[in-house]
């Protein structure tokens, strides 16, 4: 039983149990001792794991699935016409989104940590919950991704100690309130949602003041939207950057893999020099947000550079999938044109003959609304595959397409190609690419799937 708005509950239901995010929260709730029920649309490995566990789950919704709970819990996906939302307010059942329930959840742990910004969530995440983990301070962490330090996407601690990450969709993050927060930068995203980047901007603004009177902002001083807010913030704050904020990396230089090494400097006194073993110029500012949250608990320096050592990624951030005749195949869920960068720049510096890029992109929203910069993003590939728009949860209403990306992208100077279908792809990779090439599939739908399937071909 859990008190959830000064009510004792004890039966609650996930519509959408399957979601990374929902079910961690499904899990802690059993782990509290709550009947727990839920439905998706598809089983799934999440969804078998909360079976397991004891929950009780639906495969399809329907009213159906609503008989006795105390309070219903759903997704940002969950139209409002979904049956089971429809039953659970005939009955006068409770209703709460995700991110209002993970609110009410973090209040309850004394040092909250949430992790903001369009880009770097679930990397930084998971570098900060390593560091706590190795440093015993046992802490509860859910991620959007799976690290396998942890054995998935979440952990349950018994401590004071709680992080996760903090979305901007939809004001998201704004249910929450953590004793330190951090925004890693601010981008134009989500742009089926708000209006312009101004509006972006103002949500994070709004996030910043949720964190506690005693608490702390950790941002990247070298966004200037980032700057603005940490200049204008009303708790204690901690910058980071190259050449600007509290903790700057200098001496940098890059292995053969393409992973950084730095001097972490904190007013002009150098604490100590790190070494990563994920790749790229982003890694090296998710790592220092990630220093600067844990020197601010008290997190000895040894701990810290010991942990991000043994970090190496979490699944689907520049994942080396595999090797087969000689051709690597890494997977990345870049799908912004920031992130596609930011990927290729780190892959031109790892060991490779040709570089191809299989990109999926992801939502039309998205693609119609940052066209141009896609069709800028991907400079550096030696041949890029682009396949169909993946839909998620919108309709395709024929504005946009990936032939029509492909087209302005082979005017930018890439040498692109359009492939409809996986197994065509797959076909594409066994005739083309040889020993030394590299692929990357991209993006955040199902793309992954061509690598995997090449590689068990």
Do not use: W
């Not at 396998?148 to 990450?165: K, M, P, W």
């Amino acid at each position: 039983m859990v008190k959830i708005l000064d009510e004792q509950i004890n039966k609650i239901h996930f519509i959408g149990i399957g979601g990374i995010s929902m079910s961690a929260l499904a899990e802690i709730m059993l782990n509290q001792g709550c009947i727990v029920s839920g439905s998706d649309r598809s089983s799934s490995k999440l969804t078998e794991k909360l079976k397991n566990k004891g929950a009780t789950i639906y495969i399809g919704h329907s009213a159906d699935n609503i008989t006795d709970q105390q309070l219903v819990v759903y997704t940002a996906a969950i139209p409002k016409d979904n049956p089971e939302l429809l039953e659970a307010i005939k009955r006068n059942i409770p209703i709460m989104d995700r991110a209002e329930f993970l609110g009410l959840v973090m209040k309850k742990y004394k040092n909250s940590i949430a992790v903001s910004g369009t880009h770097g969530k679930t990397t930084t995440t998971s570098m900060i919950s390593l560091i706590l983990y190795r440093a015993h301070l046992d802490p509860t962490i859910m991620i959007g991704g799976e690290l396998d330090a942890i054995g998935g996407n979440l952990r349950i601690g018994n401590s004071e100690y709680f992080i996760t990450e903090a979305c901007e969709y939809k004001g998201s993050f704004l249910q929450f309130y953590p004793k330190i927060g951090i925004i890693l930068n601010i981008d134009a995203d989500h742009l089926d949602y708000y209006k312009d980047i101004e509006e972006i901007s103002q949500t994070f603004v709004k996030f910043s003041k949720n964190i506690a009177k005693d608490g702390i902002l950790i941002g990247y001083a070298e966004d200037k939207r980032v700057k603005q807010i940490l200049q204008s913030s009303g708790v204690q704050i901690l910058s980071y950057g190259i050449d600007e904020g509290t903790l700057r990396a200098s001496n940098i230089s890059y292995n053969e893999r393409g992973c950084a090494e730095f001097d972490v400097v904190k007013n002009n006194e150098i604490l100590g020099r790190i070494r990563l073993n994920v790749p790229g110029k982003h890694n090296i500012l998710n790592s220092l947000a990630a220093i600067c949250c844990t020197l601010s608990l008290g997190i000895d320096f040894e701990t810290i550079k010991d942990s991000l050592y043994e970090f190496t990624g979490t699944h689907r951030r520049f994942e080396k999938k595999g090797v087969k005749n000689g051709i690597t195949v890494i997977d990345d869920y870049a799908h912004h044109p920031t992130e596609i960068k930011a990927t290729i720049q780190a892959a031109k510096n790892y060991p490779h003959k040709k570089l191809y890029c299989i990109f999926q992109p992801h939502t039309y929203t998205r693609t119609l609304t940052l066209f141009d910069e896609f069709s800028k993003a991907f400079n550096g590939v030696d041949k890029l595959i682009l396949t169909d728009i993946y839909a998620a949860r919108e309709k395709d209403l024929g504005l946009v397409n990936s032939k029509m990306l492909a087209d302005a992208v082979k005017n930018n100077g890439v040498d692109v190609i359009y492939i409809k279908e996986f197994e065509e792809i797959i076909k594409y990779i066994n005739e083309n690419l040889s020993n030394g090439d590299v692929v990357i599939t991209m993006g955040a739908g199902d793309v992954y799937k061509i690598g995997e399937e090449f590689l068990k071909g």
